[in-house]
Structure formats: structure tokens, C-alpha cells
């Protein structure tokens, strides 16, 4: 049996420097190699169009682009500040890059294509036009 997952937030982080403090962390994480993109890549997620749920400051999906050369990569993310971060860090990586605000709790997406989830699979049910990454 699943459990339902349990709501952390609804707004994200929003504070200006504990945006600050989460972009320095993420990007420590990519400079380690601990991002997870690398075992994206080996779960055989592949370049097209890029959905990254909850981007935060982008650099997951960013390494990802760098590695695939996806079509497109799109973000949704629930905090404005994580957007300015990330569109910040999308134009340091060149790579054209965009952030809509929203929660992708609320999402409405068409069901033809299909889901590549590397890490959370259950927290969408039915099939998206995206390779989407948590």
C-alpha cells in the first residue's frame, strides 16, 4: 500500500537568503557530482523536451541540458525567488532555459508521451509530453 505523500509546502522557499544559502548548497552538491545527473543519464532519460518539477536554482536541470541538449527545458517552481536564481544560473550555463511559477500539484498535462521520472515516480499519476525529472 502507498502512503500519500505528505505536503512540505505551499509556497517553497520564498526568503531572499535562505535562497541564497540553498543555491550555494545545490551548487556544491553539482560540483561534487552528487546532483544525480549522472544516473539520470544511465536510467536512459534522454534529450526532447525537458520538464524539471521544483527546480529550485536550476542546476540539476541545467547539468542535464548541458550533458543532453534537450529540445526545450522547462521549470516549474513555486518560489519566485528560486526563478530568479535559476534564470540567473540558466544565462551563465547559455542555455535558453524557462521558468514558469507555479505548483506542479496543480498541473494540468496532457497524457501521450512518456514519463521519465528519475526519482520521484508516484508523485504524478498518468503520462506526460516531457522527460520530467525531480
Known sequence: ???????????GIQNES????FDLFARSMRDKGWNGVDGMISSGIKGGDMLEIGPGSGYVGLDLAKKLHPSSLTGCEISPAMIRF???NAATYGIPAR???GNCMEMHLRTKALLQLS???PCMSGRIPFNCFV
Open 86 to 88: 535559476a534564470e540567473k
Open 119 to 121: 526519482q520521484m515516480a
Open 99 to 101: 521558468y514558469t511559477l
Open 1 to 11: 500500500m502507498v502512503k500519500a505523500r505528505v505536503l512540505e509546502t505551499n509556497e
Open 18 to 21: 535562505t535562497v541564497e544559502t
